[in-house]
Structures are given as structure tokens and as C-alpha cells.
């Protein structure tokens, strides 16, 4: 069946990739991006692709893409959230307006073209919602403060909004991709001006970054393929990792915290009131307890 799809974030990267193979495959697709000039068009699926200019951090200007799809195509089947920045440096020496940018276009941004399309696709109790993450979205890595905390933002965002309009037939997923080989994640980070303090953190992970060709380790085109994959699926997961250097570093980092928290589960469990039940068997726990899959 073809469906319409609405890529955000589609001029380069990944997102440019989910256009060729969205149209390839046969669906309508409106393509938007602060620079609409750079978004990819193929000649030959001319007749199924609507470029459009979207400022992601703008909620008008989320509302007026998918009022252009529908006006174009009829409906919106699939949102994907592509549109991405990345900025370096220590959480300190990061000029604000910067790191406030990077929050509002990974973050912020996601949230307006969530809200702009929910509006179509409730009533119609159907449609998939793709939000393009990272690796880096359950990482902790030095010189990437803001980037980093805005996809933990986001995945935060996507598991909540899952919950809420899943029963309403309404499927969501966060990718999480490890490196990618694209433009985008190819260019070099700029080794930030930082206080010496941050040289041995935020400094040495940059340099590092820069020399190790290993970092973009994804087949874009591959990547696209499964996200289109997601589109088709019944049942998708809430969080799925790309690339092999993904599916390596989350156990790791899960096993990590988890480890912390048991080491320091005595400390945490001393501060309840006294006389009280076990947590595990109230009520309350039942009612937060993280949904079973399958």
C-alpha cells in the first residue's frame, strides 16, 4: 500500500536516505529541511516527492509541513524526525546559544512535528512515527553535552508518547544508530576552545573522534531500509539500535548502571518511611511498572 510519508531533517544524512528509498519503494514523500535546496530528488519518482522549507524548531512552521502534505497527498502515514545538530565542547565553555540550539532542533524539534501531525493521524487511529536518535542518546560522553542530552531527552519523549497513542493504533519507534557514513557524521569535529582543565575529556575525545575512521561504521542506505522496515511492522519495538558498534555499547552501558545501582541499592531503599510494605507488591508499582512486550 503506498503511504505518505513526512521526512523532517531531509536534506543530507540519514533522513536523505529515508527519501530515496521511501520513493523508491513506491510511497509519496514530503521532503522538508531548513535548506529544502540540498534535499535529494530523484527525477524519475519526481511526481511523488514535495519539497518543502520546515524550521523544526518553529511549531508553525511544523504545522504548515503537514497541512502541505495533507493538502498534497490526503493524509500522513509516517513521520520521520531526522533533522539533527551537533555541537562540541564542555558543558561550561559552551556558548549558550549553541547548546540551546542543539537542544531545541534534536529535542524541541521532535516535539513540534509530533504535535503538528498527531492531529491527522488520531482520528484516523493509524500511522508510524520514526524519531532518529543515536547511540550517544544513552551515553555520557565528554564534549558532547548538550548533543547527547537532548537524544536522552528524546528517547525519554518517544517511550512516553508510545505508551500514549499506541493503544490508538498509532506506532512509534526511536532508532538508535551507532556511526553512520555520511557527510554529516563524516565532518570533522572541531576540537572546541576549552578551559586546559577539560583538555584530558573533552579536548582528547574530539582528536580521537577525528582520527579514527572506525566511528562510521553504518551503511546508511541499509539504515533506511529497516526504518522503511518499521513503517510495515505490526508490533515495532519502542527503541531499536543500528550497527553493530550500537548493539555492543548498550548492554555494556546497561550492565554499568546496573551494576552502580546495586552496589548503592542499600542507600537508596533507606530513606522510605518505617512500617511500610514491600514496593514490589503495591499498588503504585503496579501501575508504573514498564509494559511487557509481545
Known amino acids: ?24 519503494a513506491g510511497h509519496n514523500v514530503v521532503a522538508t529541511d531548513l ?8 527525477q524519475e519518482h519526481r511526481d511523488r516527492l514535495r519539497v518543502r522549507a520546515l524550521d523544526v524548531t518553529d511549531p508553525a512552521s511544523a504545522r504548515d509541513a503537514v497541512a502541505h502534505a495533507v493538502a498534497e497527498f490526503g493524509a500522513v502515514d509516517v513521520l520521520v524526525n531526522s533533522a539533527g545538530a551537533r555541537s562540541v565542547g564542555s558543558i561550561e565553555d559552551m556558548p549558550e546559544d549553541e547548546f540551546h540550539r542543539d537542544v531545541n532542533v534534536n529535542f524541541f524539534g521532535a516535539v513540534n512535528t509530533v504535535r503538528a501531525v498527531l492531529p491527522v493521524m488520531r482520528p484516523r487511529r493509524s500511522g ?16 558532547l553535552g548538550a548533543y547527547q542530552s537532548s537524544k536522552w531527552a528524546l528517547g525519554g519523549f518517544t517511550e512516553i508518547l508510545a505508551r500514549e497513542v499506541g493503544p490508538i493504533g498509532i506506532r512509534v519507534t526511536l532508532v538508535e544508530p551507532g556511526g553512520i557514513r555520511t557527510p ?53 519495538p519502542t527503541r531499536l539500535l543500528l550497527g553493530s558498534d550500537a548493539a ?44 511487557k512486550k509481545g
Do not use: C
Not at 535548506?35 to 530523484?42: I, N, R
Not at 508510524?128 to 564534549?143: A, M, Y
Open 184 to 236: 554529516w557524521a563524516a565532518a570533522p569535529m572541531p576540537v572546541p576552545d576549552i578551559h586546559d582543565e577539560y583538555e584530558e575529556t573533552v579536548g582528547a575525545f574530539a582528536r580521537t573522534y577525528n582520527n579514527n575512521p572506525d566511528v562510521q561504521r553504518g551503511d546508511p542506505t541499509k539504515m533506511a531500509a529497516v526504518i522503511l522496515r518499521l513503517t510495515e511492522e505490526p508490533a515495532p
Open 128 to 143: 508510524s512515527i520514526i524519531n532518529l536518535s543515536t547511540i550517544g542518546g544513552r551515553r555520557n560522553q565528554p564534549g
Open 35 to 42: 535548506a529544502p535546496d540540498a534535499v535529494p530528488v530523484p
Open 248 to 291: 555492543w555499547l548498550a548492554p555494556q552501558i546497561a550492565r554499568a548502571r546496573a551494576v552502580e545501582d546495586a552496589e548503592w541499592h542499600e542507600l537508596s531503599v533507606s530513606t522510605d518511611r518505617d512500617g511500610l510494605d514491600d514496593f514490589a507488591d503495591s499498588a503504585v508499582a503496579q501501575m508504573v511498572r514498564p509494559p
Open 1 to 24: 500500500m503506498t503511504k505518505t510519508f513526512l521526512i523532517a531533517g531531509a536534506a543530507g544524512g540519514l533522513g536523505g536516505r529515508v527519501v530515496t528509498v521511501a520513493l523508491a
